[in-house]
């Protein structure tokens, strides 16, 4: 399989996109100013008890208190805890992890009330980013993860993933981490493990103990709490640290600086793979050329097609995310109608199970497949999605269908689901229903090219408008662009952009910042 990511880096956000032989399977976006994120650690101050959830809600600096419940303390609490207390006390001495002395276990019945008080500073991760109402969800047992490794601090275990599944493999990763695994610390080895020479495995255990040091430092200087001593790694290095495989054939990115972390990052996890980094410099919208920006529109929507006519409706509430899959014009009366559900329902499952790793969907998601009445169809649809959920890296459960042709599935939930609105409010009348002829959308726009030229004396800048207009605007011989050029030179370029709407516009300079001409609406 061919899996290309690509790297829309903008002034407030960083759209990731993970395509798979050219099909758009995961999608991300964040804001570059969020300092909010799964896997970060916070040194933190219990806000309130409640000992009817057996929980407690603790601040984090975040609008919503994060939900520790009393089981997500972990075995160790006590002694990360005095641990902790420890160095927080004592500016000038930092303590070392192979001089720690375990405190008894954390009883698995015991009672929140009986372990944390208001006001007490303890030590937390983020599970799941706030959704809805919701806050951060929080668990005291700390991780670093990794490439291939997860380090996890005041223990002494070796958890292998189940994925490896050759006890010959899995005899040789133990020996070698619990040769080089310092006292004090356990790890998870994760799938990506497999495989790996003894020298990989030791220089990234190396990486991870020096930033759980650099960590204890934080913590002993922090003078104030909540504060993050342990910031998760951004979104980008984390898909490649989460799913980084030898079937990637290039990493395109638009902006020079995240281009060289990201190739300083490949250079250390896979040095023979750092050539497949290439930055883009191109004009033209890096979505629209990987066609990103088109498979967006078709599949966030409520309404998505597939194959043949066929497609999916698709609903979502607070407790759960609802599928319905519908022939379309694939619908044939007679004995064939058996069989065309069951190719119907093949293909929705492959796109049903597109979709929830596009959306990030989590929590239950009922698929409302086409009746069928042969216990051999169902059973192949019921393997099918369980195929196909393989590739997805969160953790799920499928379930075979039930009598009313209902299939459940229920999938880890971390973030938010990602909703993207399809439908594109007009640019010009802005929901009012009447706009300036549309004839005339070329004078206005050569309005504010002769202000941006002769008032303004620029010389060299690009306007991106919809493909459809930047058709017309090149249309002919001579055509408006080559005027438009001859009249003001050749700094005046056009070009098209598929994310916009109809009679939507944009001006751009020679430093790539957008010209504000809000002011010369009513000049057009």
């Known amino acids: 399989m061919d899996s290309k990511l690509i790297l829309d880096v903008q002034p407030e956000q960083i759209s990731i996109a993970l395509l798979e032989d ?13 300092t909010f994120s799964v896997g970060n650690v916070y040194l933190a101050k219990v806000k309130k008890l409640m000992p009817g959830l057996n929980a407690a809600f603790v601040d984090v600096g975040y609008e919503k208190e994060g939900f520790l419940h009393y089981l997500d303390l972990g075995t160790y609490f006590s002694t990360i805890t005095e641990f902790t207390n420890g160095m927080t006390s004592n500016k000038k001495k930092l303590p070392l992890m192979n001089k720690v002395q375990f405190r008894p276990e954390l009883a698995k019945s015991g009672l929140v009330t009986d372990v944390l008080t208001q006001g007490k500073e303890i030590l937390v991760q983020v599970t799941k980013e706030p959704i809805s109402t919701k806050g951060p969800r929080l668990t005291s047992e700390i991780s670093i ?7 996890i601090p005041f223990s002494n275990k070796i958890s292998i993933s189940q994925k490896i599944t050759s006890n010959e493999e899995r005899n040789r990763l133990r020996k070698i981490l619990q040769a080089v695994k310092p006292k004090n610390y356990g790890m998870i080895i994760r799938t990506v493990a497999e495989g790996r020479e003894q020298s990989e495995l030791e220089n990234e255990l190396l990486v ?3 930033r759980w040091e650099d960590t204890l430092i ?8 909540p504060s993050l001593v342990v910031e998760e790694i951004g979104r980008a290095e984390a898909i490649l640290r989460d ?3 030898p079937n990637f054939e290039s990493i395109y990115i638009n902006d020079r600086t995240i281009y060289e972390e ?11 793979k750092a050539n497949i980094v290439k930055f883009y410099d191109d004009e033209l919208p890096i979505f629209d050329v990987f066609n990103i920006t088109k498979q967006i529109k078709s599949s966030f929507g409520r309404i998505v097609p597939f194959r043949k006519g066929a497609y999916l409706v698709v609903e979502h509430t607070e407790a759960l995310h609802v599928i319905d899959v519908n022939s379309g014009t694939r619908a044939k009366a007679g004995n064939l109608q058996e069989d065309n559900a069951f190719e119907v329902n093949m293909l929705a499952v492959d796109e049903v199970a597109r979709q929830l790793r596009l959306r990030d969907m989590g929590g239950i998601v009922v698929i409302d497949l086409i009746d069928m009445h042969s216990a051999e169809h169902k059973q192949k649809i019921y393997d099918r999605m369980r195929e196909n959920m393989q590739s997805d890296s969160a953790k799920h459960n499928v379930l075979p269908l039930s009598k009313f042709g209902l299939m459940q599935i229920t999938r880890q939930r971390v973030r938010p689901v990602m909703l993207i609105d399809t439908q594109e409010t007009c640019p010009t009348c802005y929901g009012n229903g009447t706009i ?3 004839l005339l959308f070329a004078d206005a726009l050569v309005g504010k090219i002769d202000i941006l030229y002769h008032s303004l004396k620029l010389k060299k800048f690009t306007l991106f408008v919809h493909p459809y207009v930047y058709a017309y605007i090149k249309h002919g011989f001579p055509s408006l662009a080559l005027k438009w050029k001859l009249k003001y030179g050749f700094g005046v370029k056009v070009r ?3 994310d916009f709407a109809f009679l939507q516009y944009k001006f751009i300079d020679k430093n790539d910042n957008e010209l504000d001409l809000t002011d010369l609406m009513g000049m057009a």
């Open 243 to 245: 799913h980084f495989n």
């Open 436 to 438: 300036r002829p549309s």
């Open 145 to 151: 993860a990794g490439r291939s490794l997860v380090l």
């Open 218 to 225: 934080k913590i002993q200087k922090t003078k104030s709490t």
């Open 22 to 34: 050219s099909r758009l399977v995961e999608l991300n976006k964040e804001s570059r100013s969020a």
């Open 208 to 210: 991870l103990i020096k």
């Open 262 to 272: 990201i190739e300083a990052y490949i250079s250390l996890i896979e040095p023979q």
């Open 496 to 498: 098209p952009n598929q």
